[in-house]
């Protein structure tokens, strides 16, 4: 019985332990989670995302002064009128989407429209994230022609 005991004791220890140590890492990660900046968003722009409640970027409409738990960013449901509440989605029609381009392209803004539409628009594919079409890095091939056309121009201009 003794030694039943000890194991029953052990395991006990060690799935409490497990379940502490699960909630620690999850809750780390819900909290970073929280204050990282969501998907599509122009790092300019970070700071009207940062906390736990979001309002709508532009508050044209009456509508827009509502302000939103973070949930709300990105769900694939369009609750701001401007679409700043879907900036990693194709929820809203005028919404936008920012590139990062990594790899040495410079960063770009496209219509959100594009997100996940199967056609590689951002040349690191980060528009393309759910997995349906896979995207090759192309940034740092663009980031060399657009090098190689601007020192074109510049030898033309000298030559001429």
């Not at 006990?12 to 969501?38: D, E, K, M, Y």
């Not at 509502?66 to 879907?86: H, K, M, P, Q, W």
Request: aromatic share 8%; net charge negative; charged share 25%.
């Amino acid at each position: 019985m003794a030694r039943w005991w000890g194991f029953f004791r052990s395991a006990l220890r060690g799935a409490i332990g497990g379940v502490l140590a699960g909630a620690l890492i999850a809750a780390l990660f819900a909290q970073s989670a929280a204050n990282a900046t969501p998907r599509g968003v122009d790092p300019e722009h970070a700071a009207v995302y940062a906390g736990e409640r979001f309002g709508c970027v532009q508050l044209a409409q009456p509508r827009d002064f509502i302000t939103f738990d973070r949930a709300v960013i990105n769900d694939d449901y369009c609750d701001c009128l401007d679409g700043s509440d879907e900036p990693g989605t194709s929820a809203c029609a005028n919404g936008h989407f920012f590139c990062e381009n990594r790899g040495g392209a410079k960063s770009a803004v496209i219509p959100s429209s594009f997100v996940n539409d199967g056609v590689c628009d951002c040349c690191d594919g980060s528009d393309e994230y759910e997995g349906r079409v896979a995207c090759e890095n192309r940034c740092a091939a663009e980031a060399a022609e657009a090098r190689g056309e601007v020192e074109r121009r510049i030898e033309m201009l000298r030559s001429a």
